[in-house]
């Protein structure tokens, strides 16, 4: 599966208790449409992802960033503190690819691209 979507925050690693690291973050899903009446209407999904494969990539992963994800997704099923069944998607991301915006501070350049004043991260070893 592909999503093509915005950063709503930072990414954040996580340590868990057997000391793998997995990199959290959560993107918005656009999706425009026409009502009955014709007005344009915009419904927006979150989706919480996780990707295993690096945590250097964290770093790059800021609010707002256009980025690529490539994965599965899954259901996460649980018993909220109110005592409340539970479920949230979760898409777990195989390989991703920043396709710019967010901080641009930390936002990597490549040799070729930094003389024509564009930032991209295509050739980052994640």
């Not at 793998?20 to 014709?38: D, I, P």
């Not at 999904?45 to 964290?58: E, P, T």
């Given at each position: 599966m592909?999503?093509?979507?915005?950063?709503?925050?930072?990414?954040?690693?996580?340590t868990?208790?057997?000391?793998?690291?997995?990199?959290?973050?959560?993107?918005?899903l656009?999706?425009?449409?026409?009502?009955?009446?014709?007005?344009v209407?915009?419904?927006?999904?979150y989706?919480?992802c996780?990707?295993?494969?690096g945590?250097?990539v964290?770093?790059?992963?800021t609010?707002g960033?256009?980025?690529?994800?490539?994965?599965?997704?899954?259901v996460?099923?649980?018993?909220?503190?109110?005592?409340?069944?539970?479920?949230?998607?979760?898409?777990?991301?195989n390989?991703?690819?920043?396709h710019?915006?967010?901080?641009?501070?930390?936002?990597?350049?490549?040799?070729?691209?930094?003389?024509?004043g564009?930032e991209?991260?295509?050739?980052?070893?994640?």
């Amino acid at each position: 599966m592909e999503i093509t979507a915005r950063l709503t925050r930072d990414a954040q690693v996580k340590t868990l208790p057997d000391q793998r690291q997995v990199v959290g973050f959560t993107v918005a899903l656009n999706k425009k449409f026409k009502s009955k009446n014709g007005d344009v209407k915009e419904n927006t999904q979150y989706v919480d992802c996780s990707y295993w494969l690096g945590q250097r990539v964290a770093q790059y992963l800021t609010k707002g960033t256009l980025v690529g994800l490539y994965g599965d997704m899954g259901v996460n099923c649980y018993v909220s503190s109110d005592g409340q069944p539970r479920a949230n998607l979760t898409f777990h991301v195989n390989d991703l690819k920043i396709h710019g915006g967010g901080k641009r501070e930390n936002q990597p350049t490549t040799k070729a691209n930094t003389a024509q004043g564009k930032e991209a991260a295509d050739d980052l070893p994640f």
